[in-house]
């Protein structure tokens, strides 16, 4: 497949490049395009075909659902039953930003959208080149994230570039992702309501809004046995490196005596090792690519960082990648959420 490459300049928003793309998904093709978390692979979500080309360009499972996109919340009247009331406060609250509601799909939204569910996860994003391209399209626009299948996230395009050139129409080209981890998955239809993915939208922010909110036991934990996922991440192992991610947990000064140790150990062995860092602690490392995620006291910083910084691992082919803990509060549960995943929990107490 001969893929496109459409530049944008935010700032000097070229209009024939979105309508361009615009027309390429109405007709059923594959666009990659930025929004403010990561960059997604979009379809016509009404288009079974379309959206069944989204599974095959990534190599994701077919029982791994989609999330819709729209560019106006008069949209999600047709897509779902029934609006319950903690969404529409939502929608009021967050609307445009990072997260996806979860509703009872109305009959108009393809089964192969939901991965056979009765729900479907929509959003709005707040990037001005998604907005302006799905409501250029005049379609609802069905996005993972623009990777292969158990890759790190892209968040800019060239790892959309490295991952799915040829096997796409159109990749546009808008700089990066300003939130850096997809966007929060809330079940609506639960009471409480339940985070199935955290992400920009913080338990914290949510909990303001709505009083109760539940996470999902599968955030921080692995979860064991067969199930059927509610929203993207849950079930499979997301977002690895080719190396082979080690996370290290535990009051500071332990965690860095933890990793020198690691260091040595791993090196011994003729391993290449990385160290996935912050600024605080990036010179107390030695024998190893340290490379910082940003300051321990801006989680927002370390999120935007995070899955370039696995890319930039895979760049120097490191075997070992040992990455520190952070809080797990605000964003840091989407931080952590992701780092588990990249590490297919393996976690070292210290």
Request: glycine share 8%.
């Amino acid at each position: 497949m001969k893929t496109e490459i459409i530049k944008i300049d935010v700032n000097n928003m070229d209009k024939s490049g979105i309508r361009y793309a615009a027309e390429v998904l109405k007709s059923g093709g594959l666009v990659a395009f930025p929004t403010e978390t990561v960059y997604g692979l979009g379809a016509n979500a009404l288009n079974e075909t379309a959206v069944k080309n989204i599974f095959v360009a990534k190599g994701r499972p077919s029982d791994n659902p989609l999330i819709v996109h729209i560019a106006d919340r008069c949209e999600v009247d047709k897509l779902v039953t029934y609006i319950p009331a903690c969404a529409h406060d939502l929608m009021e609250k967050f609307w445009p930003g990072p997260i996806t509601l979860i509703m009872e799909k109305s009959n108009l939204v393809p089964l192969s959208v939901t991965a056979g569910l009765n729900t479907v996860g929509i959003r709005m994003p707040s990037n001005l080149v998604a907005h302006e391209l799905i409501r250029e399209s005049g379609v609802p626009v069905a996005a993972p994230s623009a990777n292969t299948s158990g890759r790190p996230s892209p968040t800019n395009a060239a790892h959309v570039i490295e991952d799915l050139f040829g096997r796409v129409d159109v990749i546009i080209d808008a700089g990066s992702c300003s939130v850096g981890v997809e966007s929060t998955v809330l079940d609506t239809t639960s009471s409480p309501p339940v985070i199935l993915r955290p992400g920009g939208v913080t338990l914290e922010q949510l909990e303001k809004v709505l009083g109760e909110v539940t996470l999902d036991p599968a955030i921080l934990t692995e979860r064991n046995g067969d199930f059927v996922p509610k929203a993207p991440g849950m079930k499979y192992k997301h977002y690895s490196p080719k190396g082979q991610v080690i996370i290290v947990e535990g009051a500071l000064d332990n965690v860095v005596s933890k990793i020198n140790e690691l260091i040595g150990e791993y090196s011994s062995k003729g391993l290449r090792v990385g160290v996935m860092s912050t600024d605080q602690t990036s010179s107390s490392y030695q024998g190893a690519e340290v490379i910082s995620l940003g300051n321990r006291k801006n989680a927002s910083e370390i999120a935007a960082n995070l899955f370039k910084v696995l890319r930039e691992f895979d760049e120097k082919k490191t075997e070992i990648i040992l990455a520190e803990s952070v809080s797990s509060s605000g964003i840091g549960l989407a931080i952590m959420n992701r780092l588990n995943k990249a590490a297919g929990y393996n976690i070292i107490k210290v």
